[in-house]
């Protein structure tokens, strides 16, 4: 056992402890209006980036909050280029081997939460597009 382990486990706990408290004030209705968006959000963003030429689902069926797409270029490329647009680009599957995965390194997967506005997946959507154009 490292002191720092007792750190992180105690943050993490207290973390968990202020995300239950916080969905305690939300509410069932609260909980699932923010649900609702998140949902929502997700699938508007991942329709704007499906419409770029060589992006298509990395996975079939549907989503709910997160969604994986095969990119034309390496993942780790996008996300560079969109921490350049100052985007946080989401995950590079590569980097979590699954058996059975192919063209991993290709893979994003992308995160939405309720908290993003129409202005950011518009701007996240743009960005992604200069990216790829870029790359061609």
């Not at 508007?44 to 069926?61: K, W």
């Not at 995950?91 to 309720?114: K, M």
């Amino acid at each position: 056992f490292q002191a720092h382990d007792g750190i992180r486990d105690f943050c993490l706990s207290r973390g968990l402890g202020d995300v239950y408290k916080r969905q305690s004030l939300m509410g069932y209705q609260g909980i699932r209006e923010t649900a609702i968006a998140c949902h929502q959000k997700a699938n508007q963003l991942r329709d704007l980036l499906l419409q770029c030429s060589g992006v298509e689902p990395m996975f079939a069926g549907a989503c709910f909050h997160e969604f994986a797409i095969k990119l034309p270029i390496p993942a780790k490329q996008m996300i560079n280029g969109m921490i350049e647009e100052g985007v946080l680009a989401g995950l590079d599957l590569a980097d979590f081997p699954v058996a059975g995965v192919t063209d991993a390194e290709h893979g994003l997967l992308v995160a939405v939460t309720e908290k993003r506005t129409e202005s950011e997946l518009q701007h996240y959507a743009q960005a992604f597009a200069r990216i790829l154009a870029a790359s061609e």
